[in-house]
């Protein structure tokens, strides 16, 4: 019993460290974005950050299969995941509500002027949207933890997925103990 219990400890405190280490890289990307004013380099960051994120997930769950033969990687993924959306959502919320407050003023006033140009919005929109820039913060805090989670578990299933087939469907002692029963 003990065992067990000392082994999920320790399979918690890896995926923690593991998913902010897997945080870090979108935690970076993110602040590095709102540092910069070219949208293009936002765009090329954020694609750098996904392909990064889901190499680094992929080396992460292929170091914890190999030292953990027995164990699912794909649990191990979507743990990972789990925590580094929780960091990620954090952040988010942080972001949006005291480093960079500005950034959403900006925003939602240049979609107001393009209602504008483009005519007159009904009042319960506008309405609606003032609502949202009250709240950014928090919606933008719930939407990324949902977003990280969904995507960490997509791609938990697809690594996973592929490094079984890597690994082979019989292992090296099913292999030797198997040759002998097929001689002809």
């Given at each position: 019993m003990e065992q067990t219990a000392s082994t999920g400890n320790s399979k918690w405190g890896l995926a923690a460290r593991d998913g902010l280490i897997l945080a870090a890289v979108t935690v970076v990307v993110s602040t590095l974005t709102f540092l910069t004013e070219s949208?293009?380099?936002?765009?090329?960051?954020?694609a750098v950050k996904l392909g990064?994120?889901?190499?680094?997930?992929?080396?992460?769950?292929?170091r914890y299969g190999?030292?953990?033969?027995?164990?699912s990687t794909f649990?191990?993924?979507v743990i990972v995941c789990l925590l580094s959306a929780i960091v990620c959502a954090v952040w988010a919320f942080i972001e949006?509500?005291?480093?960079?407050?500005?950034?959403?003023?900006?925003?939602?006033?240049?979609?107001?002027?393009?209602?504008?140009?483009?005519g007159s919005l009904p009042e319960e929109v506008t309405?609606?949207?003032?609502?949202?820039?009250?709240?950014?913060?928090q919606i933008s805090c719930?939407?990324?933890?949902?977003?990280?989670?969904?995507?960490?578990?997509?791609?938990?299933?697809?690594?996973?997925?592929?490094?079984?087939?890597?690994?082979?469907?019989?292992t090296d002692e099913e292999m030797k103990s198997g040759d002998d029963e097929f001689n002809f």
């Amino acid at each position: 019993m003990e065992q067990t219990a000392s082994t999920g400890n320790s399979k918690w405190g890896l995926a923690a460290r593991d998913g902010l280490i897997l945080a870090a890289v979108t935690v970076v990307v993110s602040t590095l974005t709102f540092l910069t004013e070219s949208t293009f380099l936002g765009m090329l960051l954020w694609a750098v950050k996904l392909g990064g994120s889901i190499w680094l997930l992929s080396v992460i769950m292929k170091r914890y299969g190999n030292t953990h033969p027995d164990e699912s990687t794909f649990s191990y993924g979507v743990i990972v995941c789990l925590l580094s959306a929780i960091v990620c959502a954090v952040w988010a919320f942080i972001e949006y509500q005291f480093l960079f407050p500005d950034a959403v003023a900006e925003a939602f006033e240049q979609t107001f002027s393009t209602f504008d140009q483009l005519g007159s919005l009904p009042e319960e929109v506008t309405d609606m949207l003032l609502k949202m820039q009250d709240n950014y913060a928090q919606i933008s805090c719930i939407t990324t933890f949902f977003w990280c989670t969904l995507l960490g578990i997509l791609f938990s299933a697809i690594i996973s997925n592929v490094q079984k087939r890597q690994r082979g469907v019989f292992t090296d002692e099913e292999m030797k103990s198997g040759d002998d029963e097929f001689n002809f």
